[in-house]
C-alpha cells in the first residue's frame, strides 16, 4: 500500500520524468494480478515493487526502447509471480498446519487504514470480483504454477493465448492446453451458490447461533458434509488439519465459544462476499470466509488466524 509519503515522492519523481505518471498508473492492474496469482497481498507488493526495480534499473535509452511499457510491466511480473509460484510449493511443505490465502477485507477498509488517511490511493484497490473470493483462491492453490498463470492471464485479464506464450516461455497450444486444464479443475469444483445478500443472512444465523452456543442451530446451518479449515502458521493457535463433518465442526466451535476469552463477532466483508472476524484486545485475531451452497446451507469454511496475514485489516 501507497504511505503519504511515497505519494508525495511519486509526485515530485513526476516533475523529471514525465513518463512516470503513466508507468506507476500500472500498479492497479499488476497488484490485482499478483494477488490472484500468489494468494497474499504481501507478497504481491513485493512482486510490484520488484517489477518497477526492473524497469528503472534500465537506461532511458532502454526504456525508451519498449514499445509498450505495460504490456512489459505485466510480462515481468508474471515471470516473477512463476517464479514464486514454483518455490512457494516448496516452503509450504514445511507450513505449520494448513495454508490458505490471505484474506481481504473490502477495499475501503483496508486502504484508509494502511494508508493512514481517508480513501488512501487508487491505485493500490484490489478488485474484489469472483476470482478473487477465497473460494476461487484456495482452487488456484491446486493447479500447477503454468496452470495458473496461463488462466488467470487469459481467463481473468483477458490476454491472447500468444502474448500468453511469451510470458510463460511456452507455445501458444501449450497455452490453450493449460489454461482448458484449470478450467475444468474450477469446473469440477464449482458449485452453484445463494446470491450476496442471501450469503449475509447465512453467516448472520451462524455468528448469532455461535454467540448464542445453540448446537442445534448450528448443525441446521452447516452442510453434513461440511469442511473446516485453520490457518495459524505456527503464529497463532489453530487445528493443524482440516475438521471433516457438520457434528465435528459444530462441537468445535462451541467449545471455542466457551474457552475463548471475551471477544466480539462482527459481520464484514472478507474478499467480496459476508464474513466475519474476530476482535479481542483491540485488534482482529481472526478472520472467517465461508462458503454457501444454494441450499442456504455452510459447505466451508476458512479460518485464517495467522498474523502475518491480517496486515490489511483494522477495526471501522
Known amino acids: 500500500m501507497t504511505t503519504p509519503g511515497e505519494q508525495a515522492q511519486r509526485q515530485a519523481d513526476e516533475q523529471h520524468d514525465p513518463g512516470l505518471s503513466a508507468i506507476m498508473s500500472e500498479r492497479r492492474h ?10 497474499s497481498l504481501a507478497d504481491a507488493e513485493d512482486v510490484v515493487q520488484e517489477t518497477y526495480t526492473r524497469w528503472y534499473v534500465m537506461s532511458q535509452a532502454q526504456r525508451a526502447a519498449v514499445e509498450s ?25 514445511t507450513y505449520v498446519g494448513e495454508w490458505v490465502p490471505e484474506p481481504l477485507p473490502d477495499p475501503a477498509e483496508w486502504i484508509a487504514g494502511a494508508a493512514g488517511g481517508a480513501g488512501g490511493d487508487p491505485a493500490d484497490r484490489i478488485t474484489l470480483d469472483e476470482s478473487v473470493t477465497m473460494a476461487f483462491l484456495v482452487v488456484f492453490e491446486s493447479m500447477t504454477p503454468a496452470q495458473r498463470v496461463a488462466f488467470v492471464l487469459h481467463d481473468i485479464f483477458r490476454y491472447p493465448f500468444a502474448e500468453v506464450a511469451e510470458i510463460i516461455g511456452r507455445r501458444p497450444a501449450a497455452c490453450r492446453q493449460l489454461a482448458s486444464s484449470a478450467r475444468r479443475r474450477i469446473a469440477a469444483r464449482a458449485q452453484a451458490s445463494p446470491d450476496a445478500a442471501r450469503q449475509a443472512s447465512v453467516v448472520r444465523r ?21 469442511t473446516a479449515i485453520s490457518d495459524g502458521g505456527g503464529r497463532a493457535i ?9 457434528e465435528q465442526i459444530a462441537h468445535l466451535y462451541l467449545t471455542i465459544a466457551r ?9 464484514r466483508t472478507v474478499n467480496g462476499l459476508p ?30 488466524r495467522n498474523p502475518d496475514k491480517l496486515q490489511p485489516w483494522r477495526l471501522s
Open 30 to 39: 499488476l497488484l490485482n494480478l499478483a494477488y490472484r496469482l500468489l494468494g
Open 69 to 93: 511499457p505495460g504490456a512489459w510491466l505485466t510480462t515481468v511480473a508474471s515471470r516473477i509471480c512463476l517464479n514464486l509460484l514454483g518455490s512457494a510449493r516448496s516452503r509450504r511443505e
Open 206 to 226: 451462524f455468528r448469532a447461533a455461535w454467540e448464542a452456543q445453540d448446537i442445534e442451530a448450528l448443525l441446521g446451518l452447516l452442510d453434513p458434509g461440511a
Open 238 to 246: 489453530a487445528h493443524l488439519l482440516p475438521i471433516e463433518g457438520a
Open 259 to 267: 474457552l475463548a476469552p471475551r471477544r466480539t463477532i462482527l459481520e
Open 275 to 304: 464474513g466475519l472476524v474476530i476482535e479481542s484486545g483491540g485488534r482482529i485475531e481472526t478472520v472467517f470466509a465461508f462458503e454457501v451452497a444454494e441450499d442456504d446451507r455452510i459447505t466451508r469454511i476458512w479460518a485464517v
